[in-house]
């Protein structure tokens, strides 16, 4: 067997490029202030592509002072359904920029917050994101003031600390929108958690959409449940035993989308054909894979995450406003048709008059 390939040092870049090892450092290091042209910055990158060198990084955090790692910080989000999407987006621009994730588990309880946030300091991150499912208002980790610290779907009173939001208010528009667009007049919206912070933007921006297609309020039924099936199974079945049913549901989440969908089937009615569905949330293994497809509105966990590390490796997380929306996208399937312009069957068992 032949010797093992030795890896290429800095010294080795240097020779290559024609400058010095400290020219190459500089290069590197993205070090500001040192007047390297252009061409020489080009010049020094080549050869680092050219011979596969890669920078010792405990050599190098300890030059710069940085471990080019960022702590995750998520509030119960081992088992809940969207956290891969948030971690994924933080992972894939941390990577893509040649730093890592550190990532810690927590209740919301305020001491284990600060212990394990004490652990990640003490790991010596460079920033720190917090995000939970499920958004919410948060106490302030006040161990955190001497480090860039970014929120994902949660805020704190006074947005004492800079926060990336869903913007729910716009979602609720679009998901409106899809149901106005394709002719729907009677939509009724089968909401989550009254007093939950994305059933509030949601029925705001239902209201406003409604309104600006000059829909009466008295055509659009509203109820709450808690955005569990068994809610929108009952909810739907409230509505399709009423007098007036409309042609449309905008459910609160899609899981009770699902609700919805077994209580119309349950009546013999057809999606879109008798009654269109809309859902939020497009959770994964669940929207695109009923029948048909649900229409929904998609959360950008992704987006918050990718974008929550973008702000901490560019180093403006300081002049950030104290809440971004991050736009929901909506996705048109074929749960939603024109309204019917049919009589709907009796129920069995229903009065014939």
């Not at 010797?3 to 800095?10: I, K, L, V, Y």
């Not at 240097?14 to 390297?36: E, L, W």
């Not at 948060?138 to 805020?155: F, M």
């Not at 048909?292 to 987006?303: D, F, G």
Request: proline share 7%.
């Amino acid at each position: 067997m032949g010797e093992p390939q030795r890896r290429p040092t800095m010294a080795d870049v240097a020779r290559h490029a024609g400058v010095s090892p400290t020219t190459v450092s500089f290069v590197i290091n993205d070090r500001p202030g040192t007047g390297i042209s252009e061409h020489t910055k080009t010049r020094v990158l080549a050869a680092v592509d050219e011979l596969g060198y890669r920078p010792n990084q405990q050599a190098r955090s300890l030059a710069l002072r940085r471990s080019r790692t960022i702590g995750f910080l998520g509030y119960e989000m081992a088992t809940a359904p969207f956290a891969g999407r948030t971690i994924s987006g933080a992972h894939d621009h941390a990577r893509h920029h040649d730093s890592m994730l550190l990532i810690a588990h927590t209740s919301p309880d305020i001491r284990q917050v600060r212990r394990t946030l004490d652990d990640l300091i003490e790991r010596q991150v460079d920033a720190i994101v917090v995000a939970v499912i499920g958004t919410r208002r948060i106490l302030t980790p006040t161990n955190v003031n001497d480090i860039p610290t970014i929120l994902v779907n949660c805020y704190t009173v006074g947005d004492a600390l800079p926060s990336l939001l869903p913007d729910e208010e716009k979602g609720g528009r679009d998901a409106t929108r899809m149901l106005l667009d394709a002719g729907h007049r009677r939509i009724a919206y089968l909401a989550g958690l009254p007093g939950s912070w994305a059933t509030r933007r949601r029925l705001k921006g239902f209201r406003a959409e409604l309104r600006a297609a000059g829909v009466a309020e008295a055509d659009a039924t509203v109820l709450f449940g808690d955005f569990h099936t068994e809610s929108g199974y009952n909810l739907a079945k409230t509505v399709l035993d009423g007098d007036s049913i409309p042609t449309a549901l905008f459910c609160g989440n899609d899981r009770m989308a699902l609700g919805a969908y077994l209580a119309i089937l349950e009546r013999g009615l057809r999606i879109p054909q008798d009654i269109s569905v809309v859902g939020y949330d497009d959770q994964e293994e669940l929207a695109s894979i009923l029948r048909p497809p649900l229409a929904t509105v998609r959360l950008p966990y992704y987006e918050m995450g990718e974008l929550a590390v973008r702000h901490l490796l560019a180093g403006d997380v300081g002049g950030l406003p104290g809440r971004t929306y991050v736009p929901c996208t909506p996705v048109l399937r074929e749960s939603v048709g024109p309204p019917r312009t049919h009589e709907l069957p009796r129920p069995a068992g229903s009065a014939t008059g």
